[in-house]
């Protein structure tokens, strides 16, 4: 499992017009290149009548899977420059799909490939980026005398407190980057002068927005 990744935030879509043609990009999270198909043929339905249904995506922790459709539209000019942008802003588990309504005005081989970057691009932003870390939920047993140092010292540093649950004694669940699990141990068992019982929980990924 990867430490960290990018990825979208999730559904979104988003609108722009150059030389009166619409680009409507839509983007999506996914983990499945069948979940990536499943959501081009949604948008596909839904815009039966476009002039051009155009789509990328990148899955898997290492990129293994990657597809870009130009649906139409000259050789390279769409789907393989949606993929680009995928890659340069380095997205994983990523699908777009960009719909294009002809507006009478040719862009051209050039106009084209900077129009639907440019609609990606947009259409990125607009969902949302999240970075997502692999953390570890480190539980941390100590009677309730021990509580009020141990949480104000561990609100003081930059740990995220997943839950405390109150009990005959305290647990304090805690999420911690892999790397750090250790030296957090030794921390903890220093901070309570070795009165406390440190368990490993699962490991999962949190999100922050970018």
Not at 49 to 70: F, P, R, T, V
Not at 81 to 103: A, W
Not at 124 to 140: F, N
Request: proline share 1%; hydrophobic share 35%; net charge negative.
């Amino acid at each position: 499992m990867l430490s960290h990744y990018y990825t979208v935030k999730g559904y979104g879509e988003h609108e722009i017009i150059i030389q009166k043609s619409r680009f409507i990009c839509y983007t999506e999270r996914v983990t499945t290149e069948e979940e990536a198909i499943s959501f081009i043929q949604q948008i596909k339905k839904k815009h039966h009548n476009a002039n051009h249904n155009c789509s990328a995506y990148l899955i898997g922790e290492n990129d293994q899977i990657q597809k870009a459709n130009d649906d139409g539209e000259p050789t390279g000019t769409a789907g393989v420059p949606m993929l680009e942008v995928l890659k340069k802003k380095g997205l994983k588990d990523t699908v777009v799909v960009v719909t294009r309504y002809f507006g009478g005005i040719k862009l051209g081989g050039g106009g084209l490939i900077r129009a639907y970057g440019k609609s990606v691009s947009e259409g990125l932003q607009a969902a949302g980026i999240v970075e997502r870390r692999l953390m570890r939920v480190i539980k941390i047993k100590v009677d309730y005398t021990l509580l009020g140092k141990l949480e104000n010292e561990l609100r003081n540093t930059s740990t995220l407190i997943k839950n405390i649950h109150y009990a005959e004694d305290v647990i304090v669940e805690c999420y911690i980057p892999i790397d750090d699990e250790s030296e957090f141990h030794d921390w903890i068992v220093d901070l309570t002068n070795s009165r406390s019982n440190i368990y490993r929980g699962l490991d999962i990924y949190i999100e922050e927005e970018k």
